[in-house]
């Protein structure tokens, strides 16, 4: 993987939305430091998160974590947990893992378009020695 020159961090990028106060951010960019070694690999100036609650500390609160960098498309991760600390690590777990899963797929294992090389293209083998039980 190559150096960002400027990476990513939560800090950074994450700002709050509906449901959130200026004040929260601190205490949310601390629960979501984890993502930060995930985010290194990202350009800081084209990565964004915002965080967001709709009906707080209400039955039924809906936490919602967008995520968006540039070239990919948006992941939204979300959490209906009653208890809102538990919500925003599962919103923040999410996040992680589906990112990973996004590093995977562009990976040549599993994409199919940088794995398969044509036969036309492939190169011939040279055999260094004739194929057993066949005469010269």
Known sequence: MTAVANPATVQECLRVGAGFSQG??????????????????FHADATELEIS???RAARGQKVTLECWI???????????EDDLHAAIM????????RLNDAKTRQEPRH????RDVPHDQAEPIELL???LGRPE
């Open 24 to 41: 929260d951010l601190n205490w949310l960019t601390e629960q979501f430091g984890p993502l930060d070694s995930r985010l290194a690999g």
């Open 90 to 97: 599962d919103v923040r777990d999410d996040l992680r893992r």
């Open 111 to 114: 994409n199919r378009h940088l």
């Open 70 to 80: 540039g070239g990919r498309d948006k992941i939204v991760t979300t959490s209906s």
């Open 53 to 55: 609650v709709k009906d």
């Open 129 to 131: 020695e004739p194929p």
